[in-house]
């Protein structure tokens, strides 16, 4: 079923079936705000630190408001000054999608969402369903423009963290980059193994405190990763097209941020946070005049079975 519900005291959507529920609130940037099992009622995701919300606009400062749940980073993650045409864009901090207020209808079982860009011109348009033990997000993100816009697509889906949990990501991973300055991983830029030597910060857990981020080295080869708790008995997969998000990177505070303890494993079209970066990188992806950008990315949770286990490590 798909209803409108009342959650944190805003205004949003239910989604539910035999084996999930779900809620999104289309007034916070389409905001996945929880999902949850309907047998146990594990909540994967990261709950809002101040038990209710305020209304952001776009520029403001992200760490300012309720950093939870599953929002969508666009155009970018790192705020700064774009060339887009002629002009000279202020992107916003973590993008301008999360501080969105986007119209929602239901169409069967599946809820709509469409947010038509001041910023950008661009139309952003979200379907959600679920199906069994996943919930499916397609995007539809369109230029009617006659300029470029250099835009950055990335999950930024906050998890509950646990003692005992274990982050996966896909085989074939052999290597990840820094993306800043931390106690656990050095100095930004730095490179480092994978799987992680004995002798060195394991980066199949947590970090014991503080926060870190890095990013898989190149493009990934199978558009898998997710996370696994054991003490639980359940585990969370991401499955999305590879070649439309070769890249993926893992965020992670253990209070390091804020005091919050959650971490984000995040898909994305570019390599990595800022424009600036993926240009350098030469990894920065563009949307053309009169083109749109459409791709899928379902999250899974269930039980701990070997099929979860493939194609991750």
Same mark, same amino acid.
């Given at each position: 079923?798909?209803?409108?519900?009342?959650?944190?005291?805003?205004?949003?959507?239910?989604?539910?079936?035999?084996?999930?529920?779900?809620?999104?609130?289309?007034?916070?940037?389409g905001?996945?705000?929880?999902?949850?099992?309907?047998?146990?009622?594990?909540?994967?995701?990261?709950?809002?630190?101040?038990?209710?919300?305020?209304? $952001?606009?776009?520029?403001?400062?992200?760490?300012?408001?309720?950093a939870?749940?599953?929002?969508?980073?666009?155009?970018?993650?790192?705020?700064?000054? /774009?060339?887009?045409?002629a002009?000279?864009?202020?992107?916003?901090?973590?993008?301008?999608?999360? *501080?969105?207020?986007? $119209? &929602?209808h239901?169409?069967?079982?599946?809820?709509?969402?469409?947010?038509?860009?001041?910023?950008?011109?661009?139309?952003?348009?979200?379907?959600?369903?679920?199906?069994?033990?996943?919930?499916?997000?397609?995007?539809?993100?369109? +230029?009617?423009?006659?300029?470029?816009?250099?835009?950055?697509?990335?999950?930024?889906?906050?998890?509950?963290?646990?003692?005992?949990?274990?982050?996966?990501?896909?085989? =074939?991973?052999?290597?990840?980059? +820094?993306?800043?300055? *931390?106690?656990c991983?050095?100095?930004?830029?730095?490179?480092?193994?994978?799987?992680?030597?004995?002798? =060195?910060?394991?980066?199949?857990?947590?970090?014991?405190?503080?926060?870190?981020k890095?990013? /898989? /080295?190149?493009?990934?080869?199978?558009?898998?990763?997710?996370?696994?708790?054991?003490?639980?008995?359940?585990? &969370?997969?991401?499955?999305?097209?590879?070649?439309k998000?070769?890249?993926?990177?893992?965020?992670?505070?253990?209070?390091?941020?804020?005091?919050?303890?959650?971490? &984000?494993?995040?898909?994305?079209?570019?390599?990595?946070?800022?424009? *600036?970066?993926?240009?350098?990188? =030469?990894?920065?992806?563009?949307?053309?005049?009169?083109?749109?950008? $459409?791709?899928?990315?379902?999250?899974?949770?269930?039980?701990?079975?070997?099929?979860?286990?493939?194609?991750?490590?």
């Amino acid at each position: 079923m798909v209803v409108q519900t009342v959650f944190s005291g805003q205004p949003g959507w239910l989604l539910q079936n035999d084996t999930l529920k779900a809620v999104v609130l289309p007034g916070h940037g389409g905001k996945i705000a929880s999902l949850c099992t309907c047998d146990t009622g594990f909540e994967l995701l990261f709950q809002n630190p101040h038990g209710s919300y305020r209304t $952001a606009r776009c520029g403001d400062a992200f760490s300012a408001y309720e950093a939870c749940g599953f929002d969508d980073a666009f155009p970018c993650i790192d705020p700064e000054p /774009v060339q887009v045409g002629a002009r000279v864009v202020d992107y916003p901090d973590h993008g301008e999608i999360w *501080s969105a207020a986007f $119209a &929602a209808h239901k169409e069967g079982e599946t809820l709509c969402l469409t947010f038509d860009s001041p910023l950008l011109g661009y139309r952003y348009q979200k379907q959600i369903f679920l199906q069994g033990q996943k919930l499916v997000c397609r995007y539809h993100i369109e +230029n009617p423009g006659e300029v470029p816009i250099p835009a950055i697509w990335a999950c930024h889906c906050l998890l509950r963290c646990e003692p005992g949990m274990r982050i996966r990501l896909p085989a =074939g991973v052999r290597q990840v980059q +820094n993306v800043f300055d *931390s106690e656990c991983l050095g100095k930004a830029g730095a490179m480092l193994n994978y799987p992680p030597p004995a002798t =060195g910060t394991d980066l199949t857990r947590m970090p014991p405190h503080g926060q870190l981020k890095y990013y /898989v /080295v190149g493009p990934v080869e199978k558009g898998v990763c997710g996370v696994d708790y054991p003490g639980q008995g359940v585990c &969370a997969r991401f499955y999305y097209d590879s070649k439309k998000l070769p890249y993926l990177g893992f965020w992670a505070t253990a209070g390091g941020y804020r005091g919050d303890v959650n971490c &984000a494993l995040e898909p994305a079209s570019g390599y990595y946070d800022s424009i *600036s970066v993926a240009r350098r990188f =030469g990894r920065c992806p563009v949307l053309a005049p009169h083109t749109s950008f $459409a791709f899928e990315l379902a999250l899974a949770l269930g039980p701990i079975t070997k099929k979860a286990a493939q194609d991750v490590i």
